[in-house]
Structures are given as C-alpha cells and as structure tokens.
C-alpha cells in the first residue's frame, strides 16, 4: 500500500481498444492490500482482459463477499457497478443481478475462505444454477486479513509461518466445481499473466459459470520456505496441462496449431477457444478425464494448471429458468408490477 | 539484450536529462530540492561548484536544460530550471565562507590569464585553493567580457556580473583592467608557467553590400551593444533595421527600442524555424512590438547624401525537393525605409595579437587549433578557452571549457601527462526514510510552469536600465519546484531479490515495466505496455531475475520517479536511490595526484 495516489498521467502512445479507452481506463482505487500481494497481479488481469475485450465499463458488475481477496473490485474498472456483499454470500447476488439484467457482464472475486468455508453451499449452487458469471477465486491458502490462519485449500504439510503444519486435507475448488457439473474450470497462477489473461477472457466470454482457482500468494503469511502455495513453490509444482488462447470474434486465427494436439471450442459470442494440450491422452471436455488427472497430478505433488475442463453445451441459469432478455430496468414499471388484481387473478388459477 | 551495467556513472547521468544536457553538468534536481526547502545558500554552492556564475546564469543562460527536461516528454513545459537559478542566487547567504580556503603560501607557478570573461575567471576559480599565482588581463575598464559588453543592461544587470566576479578576483588575483595584450611574444617572454586565452569571438561580422561605407548609420551588433553597454551611444534613429535571426539580434532590437526606436524590425532572410534565436529571447521581443520580418535576404543599402534612407531585401520562397534538399528561390523585391541598421549576422575570432611564428596554429577562419580534451594550443604551455577556443557558443559552454583548462593548467605545470583525466564518479544512497517514506517529495504534482513576473509595458523603457524580468516570487517559485521530477532519485534494481510478483508493472503510473524473456533490443521495447519507441532513451534490463529466469525491462523515457515501485515491491528489489554525480575539477586531480605519490612511497 502506499500513501500517494496513482498519477494519472497522460501518455500519447499508450495502445487503445476499440471504444478509445486505454488501460488506465479501466483501473480502480489504489489498492491498499500487502506490497506484493499477488491479488494485485490478478487485478491487473483482469484490467488487461476487459481491456482486450473492449467491455464497457458500465456494462459490467464486479461482485464480492469478505476477504483480501473480496476488496480487489475497488481496484479495477472504477467506472463500473460493483457490490460488496455479506461474507459467502456473493454468489446469491450475482445470481439475483443476473436474473435483472442478463446484458452484464458479471465478474465475481472471491478467495478461498470466502468461497471454500463460509460460502460453500452458495458457490455449490451457483455452479449448479451455472449462472453466467466468471468466478475467480485468489486462494492463496491462509485467512489473510485474520493474520494468516490455514484455511480449507491448504494442503497437508503446508508450514505456516511460524512451521506448524497442516493436518487436514484440502478442498481443490476445481476438482469439486467439476464434480458439481461446472462448465469451465480453469486454473492458474497470479504470477503468470500470460496464461492467467486468455483464460478470465475466455472466461468472460463463456455462457455459464465460468470458474477460475488462481493460485495467489500471500506475501505477508504464506510466502515462505515450507508453504505449497508462495511464489517459488508455485512456480515450481505447476505444470500447465492446457495452453489456453481465447480469439475475439472476426480474429483470424494468427498461430498455427499442430493438428491433433489442439481443440478449438466456439463460444456463444462467435469467439474460440483454442486448447492446447501438452499430454495427448487428456481430454479437457471429459469430466471423468479431467478429475482423473488434476487428482494424478496432485499425488505426484504437481499443481495442473490451465483450461481444464470445457463444456460449451450446456443451458445457463436464465435460459433454464425461461427468463426474458430485456433488462428488468428497461421494462416499464405497469408491465413489472400489475397490480393487485393481477395477483390475485395468478393465485386463484392455482385454486 | 545485456544486463545494463549500472554501475557506470553515465547510465544514471544519462537519465538526470538536464544535467546530461547541461555542458557543466550542473546538478539540477539537487538545487531544486535545496531551493523547495528553504536552502538557498545551498542551493547557490551546488550550483557555484559547476557553473560558478549561478546569479549570471540563472538569468541569460542558454539553458540547454530545459528543452531535454524530462517534464515536457510527460507534461506540455519544461520546469523552469534557470528561473530557479535566479531564485538561488536572489536569495543565497553568506556564501563566501563555504568557498574552499585559498593557501596563503602559494605554489611558486603563475599563470597569465588574458580576457576576463567566464571561461578566464572560471580558470582561476578552479586554480586558487591550488595557490597558483595568477595575473588576470582585460582591455576593457571592466570584468565581463562578452557578458558586460554585449548583453543588455535590462537582462543582466551589472551589480551581478560584479558580485559574481569580484568574488573570485577578492581571493586573491592581480587584476589588469586597461591592459590589453598587444603581443603573445612579449607575453610567452615574460616567466609565467603557462597561458590561458579567454578573449573571446568579440569581432562581429561584416554585412558587405552596395553603400555600406557611405554612411555611419550602418552599425555591427557586437560592437554597438558594447557602445551602449559603456555609454558610448545614447540614442538610435526611429526607423530601425536589425539584419541577422540569432540571440544577438533580439538583444539589438529590443535595446533600440530603449534608445529611441519607434519602428524596429528584425529582418531574417530565412524561415521561423531556422532561426538561431532561442524561443525565450524572441517572445520578448514580440511581446515589445518588435516586427519580426522573414524570408527577407538583403541586398543593398540606400544611401542618399551620405544619409541612409532604407534598404532593399530580395523576397524568398523556400521549398524542400524531392530529394529532400532546401531551395530557394526569389520571389520579389522589396525597399524598407529606415535610418539606422545594425548588423546582427554573427560574431567571429580575432587574434591579431598573436604572432602566426609562435608555434600557435590558426585554421582557415581564423579559430585557433585546439585540442577538445585538454584546451592546448599546438605550442605547449597556451590553453584556449570560451568562445576563444571553439568559436562563439554560450556561458555554460565556456564555463566547462574553463573547468577543463583548469584542470589541464594544473597537470601541466606538475609535468602530468594532460590525457590522463579522471572519469566521472558517482555516490548512489538510498531514499528511503521508512515505510513509505522518501527523502524527496515523490508525489506528482499536476501544476503548469510558472510564468516569471515582468516589469509592466510601460515602465519597461523609462531607463534601459531596469531589468525587466523580476524574478519568482516565493508563492510561485514554492510551486515551480514541486514541477522537478527528481530523475536524481534513481528507480535502482537488485535482481536476486526479485519474487516476480508483478506489483511494480501493476502500479506504475506510465507503464514502464515489464517482466519478459530477454530478446533483441526492438522486440523487448514493444513487450512493455506502453510501447518504448522513445529510442533516445535507454531501456534497463537487469541480470536474470532467480525464480523464471526472465528478465525485469524498464524504459527510462518518461519514468516520473514517483518511488510507487519500489513502495509496491515486498522484497525491495526496486528501491529509490540518490545519484550524486562526482565531477573531478583541478583540486580532485590534484588530490589523486598526491595520493598516487603516497602510494608510490
């Protein structure tokens, strides 16, 4: 944290997206978490993704529940709607703001205390609702803001920083969203924006719930020799099992894929994904396939990271739920609340 | 790309533009962070330590500072850099005693120094607390040189010129006012241990056309600056012509303007653009209602009777072709009516005092050989410096002449080999006073320079004496410093600290950093978010950082030196260091000559 504000300065040269705006646009407040915390690093990918995919920022949602990780929407995208909700409970106002507008981009921040113990039952229901929402979760394995307690992703041996170990096994949110029938799971590593920013784009871009476990280290409690989730160990364990590149509607595809290793997957928007795989026999579209490896890599001590499992087929909340796409806000309010008589008139044709 | 060595002075220097730019590497951002906090006998001593004359110079130098200021690559103006001079000078202490002592028993050598101008005095500035003896000759009645002769009252009032130069004449110098040198030959005979020529180009060059010599109204601008400078001319007709686009021309037309002139224009045969005048001296002298007169190339004076009457200019048109060479062509013809002309094309050398059988070599115009390292002339023992040596440029410039003669002088008359100089040195400390907490004010402050206040219109030509540039005041000046960007404040990066979190890149206020795999030099400067095509300004890379092998870029165009970096860094693998440049000066070369000595024992 710092005390100066961020000058805004102009530069002539700075690149710009298709509605004019730069980078600097689309950032926040200054952030006030720990110097070096890597959910800074996911802040700034996320400005670089809805920078890349020309969002306007008035046409986005940032939503959050309690944590480190639940204060990052003050630092991004300063010109969109945002709310900070109870502890656990973002998932029910994302799903409720989708319901009212299903024109918004909708970006949930979560960490792993919020998600994995308070809101588990709500990020459970979410996926199985698959409300269109990208859903990222900073897990970085301690209870930050609480002085660095273990919390439900940690694994066993894991030291904390004063080298007592933990004892009781984690809860891996991707092996449990794909077993709750998510359709994209992805994850990554705060410290690799090369692979992090295609999959929140891709991420974004995917109709339905959109999960992505981003590994961030807390530099204050869980950055040290003995932890499994600080920077260098990260580093280490992490083996990217799908290369994930996201291409914008109209793009041509620019890179040559080798034929066999790669699959592409249309998104609804009209834009791909291309999934690279660097292990021919795993399928990123098998649900069986991917628990089978996340679970092998995971006792060989190896972190897999990247596109992990893809399912572009399925119905999101609103459509299951025959919703209309007109925005609640653009209806009149006659339409949205005829009266009295009208509700009586429902209820006696239940009688 | 290779790791950037930062361990050489220059990388840093590079990035302090405007003591890069400054000839005298004058140390700016140091004397403006002394200036923002009250200091301003500081202030003055940084400055006097490279360019001697910060009173002088804060208000007529060339400032080759600015337009290479870093503030006009990230806002529209440079800050005020000069301005600040003056205001260091208007308000320094007691700096006499801070000056290095002078020995009262000298070294037994004894230097002759003809001219009193910058580069003379900035010589025997640098060989006094040496104890050499020195005898200072100037023809004129007195000091200055070209400052005191050619540059107008109401810009450089002569109370500074004194107080500047007497300073250094008081510790003990023999001063020969009056006393110009006629023969080198008598001079080399007398027993001095070496010469120093500071004279100077005090000849102005000649405009020779049809009438020129039938009338006593055409006059040459250097020598009719000096004229007025010493009381010699009062007055000048009302219709006033000024040949020539350079500084010395705005200095003509606006001192005709205090001597009576009512109609003055500044004729230049060329375009706007390729005037020689510098911005700040041209826009006074419009805002006096100067005309300013372009593409007007002259051609003969009109003379009836032995009395000037105008003056007929062939009207240019310049065009570029197609392979990119300048063309002129002659459009018309015009007659302006007028009744005095002053010459204002250029100002040249004149030796006519020394010998050519000396040894001393001359080239085709008159500009004596020189050696552009140590100041010698080809006979050994006879340095040139200022506009002597190089032909006319500025103070600033001559000043460092001075400080390189100095130094060569000194290592001549201890039989030292002359090539053998010092480098330049550098002191790199840390800024940081605690979390968050700089020793120099790292917030970016928004303010549009500050313009210096003037004397009203109408008071401006009661007297050509009054200067018409005030000075800041304290509530601007107290602004205008906050404008500095401390460049000094290096952005200084340890490799092996680096855990490659990302915050710097993500807080960086321009976007100048990036982490990436090392490549060529024009792919590495398109990877950073903000594209790096500035490429007169150097990209840092740093060694492989330890957990990715990649490496840390930096693109030093239009870094602020806010320290949000290394406020952002865990492992303060960035952190915000002062740069101190060291420049050696004689007393530094003599100081290394002793010690060598004691080592050789």
Redesign the interface.
């Known amino acids: ?9 102009f ?1 002539s ?3 710009k997206n298709e509605l004019g705006m730069t ?2 646009d689309y950032e926040g407040a200054m ?1 006030t978490l ?5 959910h ?2 996911i ?2 990918a996320i400005i670089q993704s809805v920078f890349d995919l020309n969002i306007p920022p008035h046409r986005m949602i940032k939503m959050s529940g309690i944590g480190c990780s639940s204060k990052t929407p003050a630092y991004f995208a300063n010109q969109s709607h945002g709310f900070n909700s109870v502890h656990g409970r973002m998932p029910s106002v994302a799903t409720g703001a989708n319901a009212a507008n299903k024109e918004l981009f909708c970006i949930g921040v979560s960490g792993d205390g919020d998600t994995l113990s308070i809101g588990m039952g709500q990020f459970s229901h979410a996926i199985r609702r698959n409300v269109n929402m990208l859903y990222i979760i900073e897990n970085n394995g301690v209870y930050g803001l609480t002085k660095g307690q273990f919390s439900a992703s940690a694994d066993v041996g894991s030291t904390a920083k004063k080298g007592e170990a933990n004892k009781q096994v984690p809860i891996d949110p991707c092996q449990v969203a794909i077993a709750l029938g998510a359709t994209f799971v992805a994850r990554s590593f ?2 690799d ?1 090369d692979q992090l920013v295609p999959l929140l784009k891709a991420g974004l871009m995917h109709k339905g719930f959109a999960m992505v476990d981003v590994i961030s ?1 807390c ?1 204050t409690f869980n ?1 040290h020799e003995g932890s499994t989730k600080s ?2 160990s990260t ?1 280490e364990s992490k083996r990217e099992a799908v290369y994930t590149d996201y291409i914008a509607p109209f793009n041509e595809i620019e890179v040559n894929y080798e034929k066999g290793s790669s699959i592409e997957v249309d998104l609804h928007d009209g834009g791909r994904v291309i999934l690279r795989k660097t292990d021919e026999s795993y399928s990123p579209q098998s649900r069986g396939d991917s628990v089978k490896n996340i679970r092998a890599a995971s006792e060989e001590g190896e972190l897999l990271t990247g596109l992990l499992y893809i399912d572009e087929s399925q119905q999101d909340f609103t459509d299951t739920e025959n919703m209309i796409d007109e925005p609640l806000n653009s209806i009149d309010h006659e339409t949205l609340c005829p009266g009295n008589q009208a509700l009586k008139n429902l209820l006696d044709s239940y009688r | 790309m290779q790791p950037t060595d930062t361990k050489n002075p220059d990388y840093y220097h590079k990035v302090v533009d405007c003591q890069w730019g400054c000839p005298a590497h004058t140390d700016v951002p140091g004397y403006i962070r002394h200036i923002a906090q009250g200091e301003y006998t500081q202030a003055y001593l940084l400055n006097r330590e490279s360019n001697v004359f910060p009173g002088i110079l804060g208000r007529v130098c060339d400032r080759p500072c600015e337009p290479v200021c870093r503030r006009a690559r ?1 806002d529209e103006e440079p800050v005020a850099i000069c301005r600040l001079k003056r205001v260091a000078g208007d308000l320094k202490g007691d700096f006499k005693s801070h000056l290095p002592a002078v020995p009262s028993n000298k070294n037994g050598k004894k230097v002759a120094i003809i001219g009193a101008g910058c580069a003379s005095l900035t010589v025997a500035n640098d060989l006094l607390p040496l104890g050499y003896e020195m005898d200072v000759f100037e023809s004129l009645p007195e000091m200055g040189g070209l400052i005191r002769s050619n540059i107008p009252k109401f810009r450089l009032p002569p109370e500074v010129i004194d107080e500047e130069f007497d300073v250094i004449i008081e510790q003990g110098i023999n001063l020969h006012l009056n006393h110009p040198i006629e023969s080198m030959k008598n001079l080399l005979q007398e027993d001095y241990d070496a010469v120093l020529v500071g004279t100077g180009a005090p000849k102005g060059r000649e405009l020779d056309l049809p009438g020129r010599h039938e009338t006593d109204q055409i006059h040459v601008g250097i020598a009719w600056l000096e004229s007025v400078a010493f009381d010699h001319i009062d007055q000048v007709g009302e219709k006033v012509l000024i040949i020539g686009g350079g500084n010395t021309a705005m200095d003509c037309c606006r001192t005709s303007l205090r001597l009576g002139g009512k109609d003055v224009k500044v004729i230049y045969r060329g375009e706007r653009h390729t005037m020689k005048s510098s911005d700040w001296e041209l826009e006074p002298a419009l805002e006096e209602n100067v005309d300013l007169v372009l593409c007007h190339s002259p051609e003969e004076y009109i003379v009836e009777d032995g009395k000037l009457t105008g003056m007929r200019f062939s009207i240019m048109e310049y065009s570029v072709d197609d392979e990119g060479k300048r063309q002129s062509k002659k459009v018309d013809e015009t007659i302006i009516p007028c009744d005095t002309v002053i010459l204002a094309i250029g100002q040249e050398n004149s030796f006519p005092w020394v010998e050519r059988d000396l040894g001393i070599e001359f080239d085709q115009w008159e500009v004596p050989v020189v050696d552009p390292v140590t100041y010698e002339s080809t006979l050994k023992g006879v340095f040139f410096a200022g506009d002597a040596a190089f032909g006319p440029k500025n103070i600033i410039e001559a000043v460092e002449q001075g400080h390189q003669a100095a130094i060569s002088i000194h290592k001549y008359c201890n039989n030292e080999s002359l090539k053998e100089r010092l480098p330049h040195g550098m002191n790199l400390v840390t800024a940081k006073m605690g979390i ?1 907490e700089w020793s120099y004010s ?3 402050d928004y303010d549009d320079r500050y313009e210096v206040p003037t004397v009203p219109m109408d008071n401006r030509f009661k007297d050509i004496n009054i200067e018409v540039e005030l000075g800041y005041e304290p509530g601007q000046f107290k602004r205008e410093v906050e404008r500095c960007l401390n460049c000094d404040i290096q952005t200084d990066f340890e490799a092996g600290l680096c ?5 710097c ?3 960086c ?3 100048c950093l990036t982490i990436t795999e090392n490549d060529e030099e024009s792919e590495i400067r398109k990877k950073i ?3 790096a ?1 500035n490429y007169d300004q150097a990209l840092y890379v740093s060694e492989d950082l330890p ?2 092998g990649r490496v840390m870029v930096k693109d030093e165009d ?1 870094c ?1 030196h ?1 320290g ?1 970096c290394a ?5 303060a693998a960035w952190d915000m260091k002062k740069f101190t440049l060291q420049i050696p000066y004689a007393t530094e070369e003599a100081i290394d000559a002793t010690q060598k000595t004691k080592k050789a024992v």
């Not at chain 1, 944290?1 to 300065?9: D, G, L, Q």
């Not at chain 1, 720990?34 to 890597?38: D, E, F, L, S």
């Open positions: 944290m710092s005390y100066i504000k961020k000058p805004n300065i530069r040269n700075a690149p980078y600097t952030s720990c110097a070096g915390c890597g800074d690093s802040t700034g705060s410290g924006k280290p530099v950055d920077y260098m580093r | 990230v968050h790292n917030d970016y855990i490659e979190c990302d915050a890149i993500d807080i206020p321009v976007n978010k903000t594209p095509d957990q990715t239009v602020i806010c949000l406020e952002r860094c865990p492992t």
